[in-house]
């Protein structure tokens, strides 16, 4: 079974971190878009097999890279547009079919969550920072839709490696 990092009891954020609690009645694809957060995940997002799903009942959780880590990477962002095949994999390895509230994270806990793309990504609390693998961090966390949680990263939650082995899947 999936791991939902639904933990019992109510832990403060970390320091600098504010987690949205009232939940929106716009699902995951209106907050996006609402919030104007991450305006090139979106476009990608939009372009993706995986927009219908972010409409539907859930729950999901969307780990979406800041808009500066698509300005450092023009190939990538090529690649997205480009290749169909590819874009479903890399967004869908951004999405988990699971609602996460990361701030509920204690400081050391690791969990394995299964996103669709297929992989699994790896979230940990160091502190005062919640990091997907070892290297990136969640910028805004647990901003909440009808429909699941929305969170901002700075950077990808998967290289384009790891993707283009989901596409084949």
Known sequence: ML???LLAGALAAPQGMNPSFRPSDRNLLKTIEHLKLTPTFLEVLKKSKWSRT???AGPYTVFAPQESFFRSSPRLLDRLNDD???RDAWVGAHIA???TRLFELTDGQTSRIKSMGPSF???QRDGNRIFIGPSIWILRMDLLAANGTFNVANGAA???ATASRNQAR
Request: aromatic fraction near 6%; charged fraction near 15%; avoid cysteine.
């Open 121 to 123: 990504l790896t979230v």
């Open 3 to 5: 791991n939902s990092l």
């Open 97 to 99: 079919p699971v609602s």
């Open 158 to 160: 998967v290289d384009e």
């Open 54 to 56: 972010l409409r539907s």
């Open 84 to 86: 169909a095949a590819f």
